[in-house]
């Protein structure tokens, strides 16, 4: 079987990937679309936790499933904040929208 | 369970492979003519306007929003299907509540339009 | 075996993520990004975590992506293609990245980890579904209302008035 | 005889063994496996090819004519025709397209329609892979059909392509919920995923035991094949043809085989969840009979959805959105939760079935009937003479 810390190291690559592509990209959908990647890595890191040391329950995976939930309804209503700005202001890009700045 | 997987991964490699296969074959036996009339977007015979971006109405959204819901519902729905047999009358009464709550939302997006078309 | 299919199967998830990141035009980005959910929904399956697996494909590719590829179509030709993508602290941002990874990386090799490695149950999916209503039946409820919640929320801000 | 009895099960038995006398186990396994897969990859060509010639030669009689009739007797090998055609088109691309995406989707959605099948039993234990989460795996690579979907429309940089992906994907969207529901309730009546086991629960057909499941899934099947009467996606008179205008040859090709793959391979879903898969009359002592019965039944299923075809005229978007959300997906949850009542019911099984299809029928009635009373309004509000 593979190690555990294989697992954790491509975890590890996976959030900071998606953390680069969050912080990064100039387009609100794609720094969604690293933040989705970040959830990913968390779910894999939980999944391999579970298998590795708790597999006689199901815990890990109860959670990995409530984080899938989390993360449908904050694609969902994240997108659909994206679309209501770009009907608004037309255009979708983070450093021109900065309506608080007044 | 490992084996039935690794089945799978076979399988799913080979159904990838046999439309390549079958495309190469094709690409090998068929003409090559391409002219500029033939390659233009297959429209109403005149020149394409612009991109082909149109603007889509965000109904299209609005389903996908909703999919997206029960979609998760499901997947709590399935192992509790799986498990029901085994549960006491207490796994009935809160699957109801649960279906119950993810019905008022559907009944919202129904009252304000977001099913019409 | 195991290990070159592990290692296959990660290499494939993080260049896609990767491309997610680096790739210019959005669609394909979204398509990276379903190549790299792809990859993990297979890790879940050489974790022996099945039903996640097949839940990873169906929330994340079948739903999300699409919701995703759906926002990008709406919020066409916005963005000039030619524009940089990619914000004025980028390379700051990167630096960022491989530090944490690399810190990361230390702690992870540092701790030990408990192992302890048993056989998955052989009714694994019906112990998930009764610590859906049975440990779990708060979270349970309250995933139910937070659905409900995002869907109101979001119908509210998309729809057009 | 013995052997006859179970035929295939035994082929593949003295296969296995006699390849094991000069193969390592691993190798033994891996032929096996590339023999199912090459095997079962085939099922949606050899769908194309023989229910194309099928629907042909029903939807012909249906509209009073003959049908292909002149490439071999009874026009039989009018589909290797077709195939010969495909297979030496020249290949337009369209200039300004995305080239890889453009190739790529026909291939993933060739695969899709392939896949499906890795679950399907054929018989008792013929199944490839009878996976635990099997209706869950099939629901999972209809998803990959919708993003090959997506992909081509975008690719082909066509305005119709692209509103042709959308639409089919709303399409599809909108119906494999209350396909996941109807699945979900099967899943519930079994107490297991597992394909082989839904067959063998069904001591009687759910298509009895559990009849607004079987109604809704299979008007839902219908739509995720985009069949007429919800064949919306390639609209000829509204949006050419879909996602797919922009392809020809053989890329096209792919298309076409993945239509049919798919309604054999969703013939075959409907028959495993509610016709009893491989089950028939005296396939306990002869098990080699199961997959012929399993393919009779198939057909039928086909010859199902051709007549529908036939008959019914074309629903409008709004119509066919509105129909999924406003009655099939209430109706199936109503189902769920009476099955699911009846199952906590201190009866017997056989009586809790028939409570089943009581309750089946109750809800399909009211459903029907605020449906008919909703029609009777519009046509009211509308001013419309009612005949």
């Known amino acids: 079987m593979v190690p555990l810390t294989w697992y954790l190291l491509v975890t590890a690559a996976l959030f900071c990937i998606g953390l680069v592509g969050a912080l990064s990209r100039r387009n609100a959908i794609a720094v969604l679309m690293g933040i989705e990647l970040m959830l990913n890595a968390i779910n894999l890191n939980l999944v391999a936790f579970w298998r590795y040391a708790y597999a006689a329950r199901m815990d890990g995976q109860v959670f990995a499933v409530f984080v899938i939930t989390v993360a449908a309804a904050e694609a969902a209503v994240g997108l659909a904040i994206i679309i209501a700005v770009y009907r608004q202001r037309r255009t979708i890009n983070v450093e021109e929208l900065d309506l608080l700045k007044g | 369970m490992p084996s039935q997987y690794a089945f799978i991964g076979v399988f799913l490699l080979v159904a990838l492979a046999l439309p390549i296969i079958g495309l190469v074959l094709a690409w090998l036996i068929r003409p090559k003519k391409p002219n500029f009339a033939k390659n233009a977007t297959y429209e109403c015979g005149m020149e394409t306007i612009g991109d082909s971006w149109v603007q889509f109405k965000a ?10 819901v029960f979609d998760v519902e499901a997947v709590f729905i399935f192992p509790w299907a799986v498990a029901y047999g085994k549960l006491g009358l207490y796994a009935l009464v809160e699957m109801v509540l649960f279906i119950l709550i993810l019905l008022g939302g559907l009944l919202y997006a129904w009252r304000k339009k977001a099913l019409d078309w | 075996m195991q290990q070159v299919i592990f290692i296959v199967l990660s290499l494939l998830t993080l260049s896609a993520a990767v491309m997610v990141v680096a790739s210019r035009s959005l669609f394909r980005s979204a398509l990276w990004l379903i190549l790299a959910f792809a990859g993990i929904a297979m890790l879940f399956i050489l974790l022996q975590a099945e039903f996640l697996a097949f839940v990873h494909i169906l929330i994340y590719i079948g739903a999300i992506a699409i919701l995703i590829i759906f926002a990008i179509m709406l919020s066409r030709g916005v963005m000039d293609p030619n524009e940089p993508r990619f914000n004025d602290q980028w390379r700051l941002v990167i630096g960022f990245g491989a530090l944490l990874f690399v810190g990361l990386v230390v702690i992870m090799l540092r701790i030990p980890w408990p192992v302890n490695i048993v056989a998955v149950p052989a009714d694994a999916i019906q112990l998930l579904g ?6 779990y039946v708060i979270p349970f409820e309250v995933a139910s209302v937070l659905l409900v919640a995002a869907l109101i929320g979001a119908i509210v801000i998309a729809r057009e008035h | 005889m013995y052997y006859i009895q179970d035929l295939f ?5 003295s296969w296995t063994s006699w390849i094991s006398g000069f193969l ?9 496996y590339l023999i199912m897969a090459v095997i079962l990859v085939m099922m949606p060509v050899l769908a194309t090819l023989t229910l194309t ?7 012909g009689r249906i509209q009073n004519r003959i049908g292909p009739n002149r490439v071999g007797p009874f026009g039989i090998f009018q589909a290797f025709a077709d195939a010969v055609k495909m297979l030496v088109k020249e290949d337009v691309i369209p200039t300004d397209a995305d080239r890889p995406v ?12 392939a896949l499906l099948w890795a679950v399907i039993p054929f018989g008792r234990g013929m199944a490839a892979a009878d996976l635990n989460v099997g209706v869950l795996y099939i629901i999972a690579i209809g998803s990959m059909t919708m993003i090959a979907m997506l992909m081509a429309g975008w690719s082909s940089n066509n305005k119709y392509a692209l509103i042709g992906a959308f639409r089919a994907v709303a399409q599809l969207l909108s119906y494999e919920v209350p396909m996941v529901l109807s699945i979900a309730t099967v899943a519930l009546v079994v107490g297991s995923m597992r394909m082989g086991a839904v067959v063998e629960a069904q001591v009687v057909p759910f298509v009895v035991v559990l009849p607004a499941t079987f109604v809704v899934y299979l008007m839902a099947g219908i739509a995720e094949t985009g069949r007429s009467p919800f064949d919306l996606l390639e609209a000829e008179s509204e949006i050419v043809a879909g996602y ?3 392809y020809s040859g053989l890329k096209f090709g792919w298309f076409y085989i993945a239509e049919y793959g798919n309604l054999f391979a969703i013939s075959a879903i409907v028959t495993t969840l509610f016709l009893g898969g491989w089950r028939g009359p005296g396939v306990s002592a002869v098990p080699a009979l199961g997959p012929f019965y399993f393919i009779a039944k198939i057909v039928a299923v086909v010859f199902l959805m051709m007549w529908i075809r036939g008959t019914w005229p074309r629903v409008r978007i709004d119509q066919m959105l509105g129909l999924a959300w406003k009655v099939l997906v209430p109706v199936s949850l109503a189902n769920l939760l009476w099955v699911a009542f009846v199952m906590k019911l201190p009866l017997p099984t056989a009586l809790q079935w028939v409570l089943f299809v009581v309750g089946g029928l109750a809800v399909l009635a009211v459903a029907l009937g605020l449906l008919g009373r909703a029609g009777r309004r519009h046509v009211a509000s509308k001013g419309m003479v009612q005949t």
């Open chain 4, 24 to 32: 390592p186990l691993w190798a033994v396994s891996g032929v096996n």
């Open chain 4, 244 to 246: 797919f205008v922009e």
């Open chain 3, 130 to 135: 009764a610590d859906f209503v049975g440990t």
């Open chain 4, 102 to 113: 453009f190739n790529l989707a026909p291939i993933l959605i060739a695969a899709g329609a």
């Open chain 2, 59 to 68: 109904q299209y959204y609005l389903y996908a929003l909703i999919f997206v």
């Open chain 4, 9 to 13: 099960v035994n082929i593949a038995r």
């Open chain 4, 53 to 59: 010639w099928m629907e042909r030669k029903v939807i």
